[in-house]
């Protein structure tokens, strides 16, 4: 299946800023992270089509997942 | 020696140094502006007449070693909402006020005739001088100016065109350290500076310190606070990518208002984001890293250069760009950027002015995008007083209402800044009850909401978001009491020794006892002294509303509406 992976802040440094990848299907949003060798703990915000979701969210056809590390402002 | 009440009035032009009153002790900040005006400003008068007060106070850990402690707060009833306001700012104001042992400075009164003045505060006391040179000057020729009279040490406060032309959008500058300004932004206090006819402050603290009662004490609670904010993964991206970061994620979730609050989404969000801009300033050798105060260890400010590497502005927020940026659907850094300097210069709020640009557009005023169109109006009339200039520096509202536009994004009169509050719940609440009309600042949702900072909340969900924002407010009431920058609170969310050691600081700083409940306590009491003042100033709990156009207008893309009712908007004050 095919998902949309977009980086943000300094998980972009020697990555990529978006990136349609070919994914097995039943891929997590953690196996993701994992594959682009992000440690889990900078991670602060994972969402998919705009939404919220967790490291054990699975992924489907056509979803957009973006991935932040921790962030803040005001 | 102990700190004093410097009182200026303006009317007969006299001075005076005055003791504390006992129970204005424990107050700094936002918590003194607040209690002085409640005391001594008649809730009905006129903003910008002689019955209007503007207070400023620095913190109470300002001007002490306590890292990121120097923030000064400004209150007055305001022009822009007719509510209490207060307003806080970074540069080197609230350190020079709070070493010369200087409290709260009290302006009140109106002269009869039209002369100007400047005031200059020293550690002995207050001297009014008559001031014509700088009539009529931006705020970086007044900064440039003064520096030359007295010194290039002091602190200095001052009006650009629009507060001198009492615009209900006008700032009042501080100095920051490198001569450049920062904003006490919103609810036109510049406004309340100008009909005082006051053009700037001069603050000269010479070597005077702040007393510490507990130096050791002090010494070992500000270790563990400093740590405490060093640490956070926040404060870090912070110095990165400056506040600007927050425009790639509110994008994302759908939440950062667009073409006047008709989008959730800005097809331009990349070219003005953080990660832009950091490579941006990195390009032209500007400073991606940047304190507006001594003494911060965040750094989220950053010095910004033009095409040809020299300097344009600094400090340049994630709400500033998001007005002029996607809300005018304006998708050129450079443009902001500019635009930017040039309402510092002329001294009005970036979000009020960008929100009012937005309206304009709806109206039909200027193009959508059409940063060219603003930075003309920004120049030729604004900064003029031409009829359109007053009508946009007046704001959003004063724009909706001459053009006839029904899509006005503000609450109380102010503009609403940059988080939709259909698509974000939470910040709608804070919109809606906060005491001085819509401020994100006022109970940062957005933390919890969208970070995941302090935990985490559905945004497109109404649950739990009016204790939410209520635990937030009153948190914010206190910690805008302290000094401190509000993005300690990054921290404070997170890390259980931030606050502790907070509280140790100001024990420390007085040889007093407080402990966590009193400072939660002094937050409560913060907001429903402010409160009461809106109450006598004639607002109800229907003016606790967002407009209309947010209940009927679904916000793509999640075609969210605001529903909250009344009755649930109400609760917030139940405590």
Redesign the interface.
């Known amino acids: 299946m095919q998902v949309q992976v977009k980086l943000f802040a300094f998980f972009r440094e020697g990555r990529f800023i978006k990136e349609d990848k070919e994914l097995p299907t039943d891929t997590t949003a953690g196996q993701v992270v994992d594959d682009l060798n992000i440690d889990r703990e900078e991670v602060g915000v994972l969402m998919l089509n705009s939404r919220h979701c967790k490291f054990d969210t699975v992924l489907q056809e056509g979803d957009i997942y973006a991935i932040f590390p921790v962030i803040g402002g005001g | 020696m102990a700190d004093k009440i410097f009182r200026v009035n303006m009317t007969d032009l006299s001075t005076s140094i005055e003791d504390v009153p006992a129970d204005w002790a424990g107050h700094g900040g936002r918590g003194l502006t607040s209690t002085i005006v409640a005391a001594e400003v008649p809730p009905t008068c006129h903003p910008l007449g002689p019955n209007n007060k503007l207070i400023f106070a620095p913190g109470l850990l300002s001007g002490t070693a306590a890292a990121n402690s120097g923030r000064i707060s400004a209150g007055a009833k305001s022009p822009l909402t007719g509510t209490i306001k207060e307003s806080n700012s970074g540069g080197t104001s609230a350190q020079k006020l709070a070493k010369m042992g200087c409290k709260a400075l009290i302006i009140e009164g109106q002269p009869q005739d039209d002369s100007w003045y400047s005031l200059s505060l020293t550690p002995d006391g207050v001297t009014i001088s008559k001031e014509e040179e700088l009539i009529g000057k931006g705020n970086f020729a007044v900064v440039e100016s003064v520096e030359k009279r007295f010194s290039d040490k002091i602190g200095i406060l001052s009006i650009g065109q629009g507060g001198e032309m009492l615009m209900s959008a006008a700032n009042i500058s501080v100095k920051d350290p490198d001569s450049h300004v920062r904003s006490l932004g919103r609810g036109g206090l510049g406004a309340v500076m100008g009909s005082k006819k006051i053009k700037f402050i001069a603050l000269d603290a010479g070597d005077a310190k702040v007393e510490i009662s507990d130096m050791d004490a002090f010494k070992a609670a500000n270790k563990t606070f400093t740590k405490a904010l060093v640490d956070h993964?926040?404060s870090q991206?912070?110095g990165?990518?400056?506040?600007?970061?927050?425009v790639?994620?509110i994008n994302?979730?759908?939440g950062l208002p667009t073409k006047n609050f008709t989008a959730g989404?800005f097809e331009g969000h990349?070219q003005i984001s953080?990660?832009t801009m950091h490579d941006l300033i990195v390009e032209r050798g500007g400073k991606p890293k940047h304190g507006c105060h001594k003494g911060c260890v965040i750094q989220?400010s950053q010095i910004y250069n033009d095409l040809k590497g020299n300097y344009k502005t600094s400090g340049i927020e994630?709400e500033s760009i998001w007005a002029m940026g996607a809300d005018c659907t304006v998708d050129n850094l450079d443009q902001i950027a500019e635009m930017d300097h040039i309402l510092d210069d002329i001294g009005i709020d970036t979000i009020e002015t960008a929100v009012a640009f937005g309206v304009a557009m709806e109206g039909g005023v200027l193009d959508f995008g059409d940063s060219n169109e603003m930075i003309r109006i920004m120049k030729e009339e604004i900064a003029k007083g031409t009829a359109l200039g007053r009508v946009i520096g007046n704001g959003a509202g004063s724009v909706g209402r001459t053009y006839g536009v029904t899509r006005v994004p503000v609450v109380k009169n102010q503009a609403i800044p940059a988080y939709d509050p259909r698509a974000i719940k939470g910040i709608g609440i804070t919109y809606a009850t906060s005491t001085q009309g819509a401020d994100?600042?006022m109970g940062?949702t957005?933390?919890t909401e969208?970070?995941?900072?302090g935990g985490?909340a559905?945004?497109?969900s109404k649950e739990g978001m009016v204790e939410l924002s209520r635990g937030l407010q009153i948190a914010t009431a206190a910690i805008d009491s302290t000094g401190m920058c509000?993005?300690i609170a990054?921290a404070a969310l997170d890390d259980e020794t931030c606050l502790p050691a907070l509280v140790d600081m100001l024990n420390a700083r007085f040889g007093i006892n407080l402990t966590a409940d009193d400072v939660t306590n002094l937050g409560m009491s913060i907001l429903k002294t402010e409160h009461a003042f809106n109450i006598a100033a004639g607002f109800t709990n229907l003016d606790d509303r967002l407009p209309e156009f947010f209940e009927t207008e679904p916000v793509p893309?999640?075609n969210a509406v605001w529903d909250f009712s009344g009755e649930e908007i109400d609760t917030f004050w139940n405590f």
């Open positions: 993964p926040v991206a912070l990165t990518y400056g506040t600007n970061v927050l790639n994620i994302e979730a759908g989404q990349e953080g990660e989220c994630y994100h600042t940062y957005i933390a969208i970070l995941g900072v985490s559905d945004p497109l509000l993005f990054f893309p999640h």
